[in-house]
């Protein structure tokens, strides 16, 4: 297992449980307590983690994995999730993305469609998130719009107040929203409540409102609120997503695709 593959599982394991114990978690990795103590105390170097006696521990309530770690997770059903949100999309539309890995793999369905091969522009996308803008803007036939604002390290999105004023001035047929948490009573939300305040705006500002969310995000609770529920229109999750949740997304009038 390579150090990346290790760091990842790592991290993965730690927002599972809260806390990691360093033999343990050797044990279940199948490699020396000393190779877990020097990646736990160079993730702690990084923030990423605090180190305790004997393992590690997160941040706190609000831990959220940095988007670089996150890519590897539910990555196939991130992937037919965005498949089915690109679809969603018409030709010469405007369209609103947050940042984020499931709303990444939207932004590249929707580079590779045939039908968005050519136009001027074929789709304008507005985005607030560095690496999708980074990723869309070698495609000539896209017009990307950036927001201003200060770049989050975790999450390579735009925040602050800066971006109020690009987004102040547009209106947006589509805003597609990654979330870390949607449920049907409280709304849709995230990590940080600056990046919760720009995705609130493309809320605002799109006459249509859809949530890209693997289903282990449905029906969980985060600490900075997006957008109540009836703002959506439009949910598109994976197949694995418990029916009682499902049904209460449809009875609060929105719109499940489950794929």
């Known amino acids: 297992m390579s150090r990346d593959t290790r760091w990842k599982t790592l991290l993965d394991l730690l927002v599972e449980r ?71 999309v018409a030709p010469g539309e405007v369209v609103g993305l947050t940042g984020g890995t499931t709303t990444t ?24 998130a560095l690496n999708i803008a980074a990723e869309l803007a070698v495609r000539p036939q896209f017009k990307i719009v950036v927001t201003g604002g200060v770049a989050r390290a975790q999450s390579y999105e735009l925040v602050g107040p800066l971006a109020d004023g690009v987004l102040g001035q547009i209106t947006l047929d589509v805003a597609v929203l990654g979330v870390v948490a949607f449920d049907a009573t409280h709304g849709a939300a995230a990590h940080d409540e600056a990046e919760a305040a720009v995705d609130r705006l493309l809320c605002e500002r799109a006459v249509r409102v859809v949530v890209a969310a693997d289903s282990g995000k449905l029906g969980r609770r985060a600490f900075a609120r997006i957008c109540s529920a009836d703002a959506v229109d439009t949910l598109v999750t994976d197949s694995a997503a418990d029916a009682r949740t499902v049904r209460r997304f449809e009875e609060a009038g929105i719109r499940v695709l489950a794929v």
């Open 105 to 128: 793999e939207v932004a590249r369905a929707l580079a590779v469609r045939g039908d968005l091969a050519a136009g001027s522009p074929a789709l304008t996308v507005v985005t607030n």
């Open 18 to 88: 809260g806390r990691l114990d360093v033999e343990e978690t050797a044990a279940e990795l199948g490699v020396s307590a000393a190779t877990i103590r020097r990646d736990l105390d160079q993730l702690a170097e990084q923030q990423l983690l605090v180190r305790t006696r004997g393992g590690a521990v997160v941040h706190g309530v609000s831990y959220e994995l940095p988007l670089r770690y996150k890519t590897a997770r539910r990555a196939s059903e991130k992937q037919r999730i965005a498949r089915a949100v690109a679809e969603l």
